[in-house]
Nanobody, 124 residues
């Protein structure tokens, strides 16, 4: 029913920035959107989740003010602005959609629709 497509990943030097996009098609306004990432050999973890209205966000502690999520309702797109990137941020980044009235904790549970992922590599 929903389709999510991530873009904007790539290679960036430590301290650099990337802006990821998640294009959502379908009943966009009925779903919360989350950004998740998975590094090789590690579990998938939540980065930030944003409510269906775009007025609430739940950030992972490791973001430490470096990342900002936004939602453009008109464009059916959710953005993840990532600044001050470090090699620890290297991972495949996914966006996903979740139904329900509450945003809740930013974990994979409840996120039923997933994009294909976009690779982010932070290296000098």
């Amino acid at each position: 029913q929903l389709q999510l497509v991530e873009s904007g990943g790539g290679l960036v030097q430590p301290g650099g920035s990337l802006r990821l996009s998640c294009a959502v098609s379908g009943a966009t306004l009925d779903y919360h959107i989350g950004w998740f990432r998975q590094a090789p050999g590690k579990e998938r973890e939540g980065v930030v989740c944003i409510s269906k209205t775009g007025f609430s966000e739940t950030y992972a502690a490791f973001v430490k003010g470096r990342f900002t999520v936004s939602r453009d309702i008109a464009k059916n797109t959710v953005y993840l602005q990532m600044n001050s990137l470090s090699p620890e941020d290297t991972a495949v980044y996914y966006c996903a959609a979740k139904s329900g009235p509450h945003l809740g904790i930013c974990e994979t549970e409840g996120y039923d629709y997933w994009g294909q992922g976009t690779q982010v590599t932070v290296s000098s």
